[in-house]
């Protein structure tokens, strides 16, 4: 039966890389006097690298590999990464992020019915908690059980630590749950931890090659703007909700 929803943060739960992580990383950047820059394609190519200190070293090993091997560059992305952190809140605290369509409206069915809310995503706690108190409300971070982000697995997406880290807190076995994901990385995590998988492609992963999900979706949808994409390898569309999502739920 299904249980729980555990949820990616960037990408799913809002278009968080374009207006958000990109111009945070950009902005840390010109604070620390380096000459680099990420324009969409390039960031785009860049999201194939889970995790923004990973990202950093990989870019950094592109341009100068022997400086990203120095004495000092763990610390020196640490630093960059923490002033990214910051400008990355501030814009969220501004309301330059939105929740995706659909996505508001899925948690407040999922709470009524009672299923359990879980995140399980690469991106640190601080900007898992500024986003969803700037969109949910003050108290929102407390409607999730778990909250699985950052550092506390050694191994990022697409390797499945975290849904493993996640479940296990949960008490939950992999077929009670469903993960909501966005990207080849993400998906791919959620399927090698056993757990049937719900994709809502965002701007960067529209090309992405998935594994087998049990709906591969452009969003949720809401009202009147009906996500689409295949269930079961049919073309659908509607809205996504809890009763549909136990009826595609193998369990």
Not at 77 to 103: N, Q, S
Not at 153 to 173: E, F, N, S, T
Not at 224 to 246: I, M, N, Y
Request: aromatic share 6%; hydrophobic share 45%; net charge negative.
């Amino acid at each position: 039966m299904l249980h729980a929803l555990i949820w990616d943060v960037d990408g799913t739960l809002a278009e968080t890389e374009q207006h958000g992580h990109r111009v945070a990383f950009n902005a840390a950047f010109a604070d620390e006097g380096l000459p680099w820059h990420w324009d969409e394609a390039l960031y785009g190519e860049l999201l194939a690298i889970t995790g923004g200190k990973e990202r950093l070293l990989a870019w950094w090993q592109r341009l100068d590999p022997a400086a990203a091997a120095a004495p000092g560059a763990a610390a020196c992305i640490a630093r960059l990464h923490a002033r990214k952190t910051e400008h990355y809140v501030a814009l969220v605290d501004r309301g330059a992020v939105a929740l995706r369509p659909g996505v508001a409206r899925l948690l407040a069915d999922a709470r009524a019915q009672g299923l359990t809310l879980a995140i399980a995503t690469t991106t640190s706690p601080a900007n898992v908690d500024a986003l969803l108190r700037a969109t949910l409300g003050a108290d929102a971070p407390g409607w999730f059980a778990c909250i699985g982000a950052g550092d506390v697995v050694p191994q990022k997406k697409p390797a499945p630590d975290i849904y493993h880290w996640v479940r296990q807190r949960l008490g939950l076995a992999a077929a009670d749950c469903l993960a909501i994901e966005d990207s080849a990385p993400g998906t791919q995590a959620a399927c090698a931890a056993g757990l049937p998988v719900l994709a809502t492609r965002s701007r960067y992963s529209r090309a992405d090659t998935l594994p087998p999900v049990l709906a591969d979706l452009d969003g949720l949808g809401e009202p009147g703007r009906p996500a689409r994409g295949h269930q079961a390898g049919r073309p659908w569309q509607g809205v996504v909700d809890v009763d549909g999502l136990r009826r595609w739920h193998p369990g």
